[in-house]
């Protein structure tokens, strides 16, 4: 069955940096649009950036553009996330996607999401 399965969340200051990793299962990999959705306590969840099946082209809501990077490697299934200059309210868990499609528009409307990861947390502060 499908499977979503991110990791790399953790502690870290603000200006900091991690990176996330989501690593697939239960599909063909290279032919599906991923995504990085978070959700603070609190909040409705929102979406980050997504990444096509061939990884040329990927979208950021405006919040992480230039901050954050989406990237993906077909061979090994996995989608990365690289956090730069981190913020306290980038608190959140932050989850994993396989999306129906990937545009400007889909990353602001969970409904584009077919399955979800379980989620990793990542805490920014001092």
């Known amino acids: 069955q499908v499977q979503l399965v991110e990791s790399g969340g953790g502690l870290v200051q603000p200006g900091g940096s991690l990176r996330l990793s989501c690593a697939a299962s239960?599909?063909?990999?290279?032919?599906?649009?991923i995504g990085w959705f978070r959700q603070a306590p609190g909040k409705e969840r929102e979406g980050v950036s997504c990444?096509?099946?061939?990884?040329?082209?990927?979208y950021y809501a405006d919040s992480e553009k230039g901050r954050f990077t989406i990237s993906r490697d077909n061979a090994k299934n996995t989608v990365y996330l690289q956090m730069n200059s981190l913020k306290p309210e980038d608190t959140a868990v932050y989850y994993c996607a396989r999306m129906s499609y990937c545009t400007e528009v889909a990353i602001t409307r969970v409904s584009a999401v077919s399955y979800w990861g379980k989620g990793t947390l990542v805490t920014v502060s001092s």
């Open positions: 990444i096509r099946p061939s990884g040329g082209v990927s």
């Open positions: 239960g599909f063909a990999f290279d032919y599906y649009n």
